[in-house]
């Protein structure tokens, strides 16, 4: 009998364990399903509005379409097209200008905005929040309330300087002036870049301020040696941030100048939503989208091969 019930114990225990693991995988199965059923109605949006598009952006771009005929399709005429566009090369000009002059300017705004409220106190978490205010404001309210400052007329930006004796210039209406003005106004949003540099700022070690403290390093000395080091990271991150923003500008230009005056602020984006939905020429404007598509990851790219010259990352050392 002890021979008997060893032998039934030992075949009857496979048969109790596979469906015990059947169960589990059951469960899991379930679990996973219901995690897919909750996330459906985003991968659905995500596959129909992103995914959808940017795949048929590309043989709209090989084809000529008004969105009322049928497509013509044209191989890579449109492409062929913009290259000896005029317009083109000055959506380009203007916008790398952009970039070019407002990019240092705003992360070093940031950066010193970040060192002047980095203390806990009352007044300094008072002034991150004003300076904060402007980047989570709508840019469309930003726009107006800019293009009012800016009017040479009865701006209140001629208007203080009238006070010094300075005749202030047309700003927005000057083919000169249009360009810088857009600058100065993207100046007051640093308010976002400004918090995560203030974040990078406290995760600084305080040994390291102080071991340069004793070894007699005066506080510029402090700030190059070792602050910058430390924040190189963070200073890439929003390096990669500011260049994607600035290739992509467009509501300053269609609520303030509608690209003028005579095209000084004629955006690449503006040239592309001016070709795709006032003049309906669909397919090179998808071609104008992946021109900028291919620069943008071209340069993003570029930035991570140079980075590792100058971005320092602690863990790495």
Do not use: C
């Amino acid at each position: 009998m002890g021979v008997s019930e060893t032998t039934v114990s030992k075949v009857s225990q496979p048969s109790v364990a596979v469906p015990k693991r059947l169960r589990i995988k059951r469960r899991r199965l379930l679990a996973n399903l219901e995690g897919y059923l909750f996330a459906a109605p985003w991968l659905l949006g995500f596959f129909i509005f992103t995914v959808g598009p940017f795949f048929s952006s590309i043989w709209y771009s090989l084809n000529q379409w008004d969105m009322v005929t049928s497509m013509k399709f044209v191989g890579f005429q449109n492409y062929v097209r913009l290259l000896q566009n005029d317009i083109f090369w000055k959506s380009v000009q203007v916008t790398a200008t952009y970039a070019v002059m407002s990019l240092p300017a705003a992360l070093t705004l940031a950066m010193i905005l970040a060192l002047l409220v980095n203390k806990q106190n009352p007044i300094m978490m008072f002034f991150r929040g004003v300076f904060f205010v402007p980047a989570v404001t709508s840019g469309v309210a930003v726009a107006v309330l800019w293009r009012w400052l800016f009017n040479p007329e009865f701006g209140l930006i001629n208007y203080m300087l009238s006070w010094f004796g300075i005749q202030g210039p047309m700003w927005l209406a000057s083919e000169h002036w249009a360009l810088p003005a857009m600058t100065i106004m993207v100046l007051w949003s640093v308010g976002a870049t400004m918090l995560i540099y203030l974040a990078g700022l406290q995760s600084v070690p305080q040994h390291l301020y102080e071991a340069a403290e004793i070894d007699g390093a005066s506080g510029f000395q402090s700030f190059w040696r070792v602050t910058l080091p430390m924040m190189s990271p963070t200073i890439f991150y929003t390096l990669i941030l500011g260049v994607l923003g600035a290739f992509q500008a467009f509501t300053q230009a269609y609520v303030m100048t509608r690209g003028g005056p005579n095209f000084a602020t004629y955006f690449y984006v503006y040239n592309l939503y001016e070709e795709a939905f006032v003049k309906f020429r669909m397919g090179y404007a998808s071609a104008l989208a992946w021109v900028l598509f291919m620069a943008v990851l071209i340069m993003t790219l570029i930035q991570f091969k140079v980075a590792g010259r100058w971005v320092y990352y602690e863990a790495g050392e």
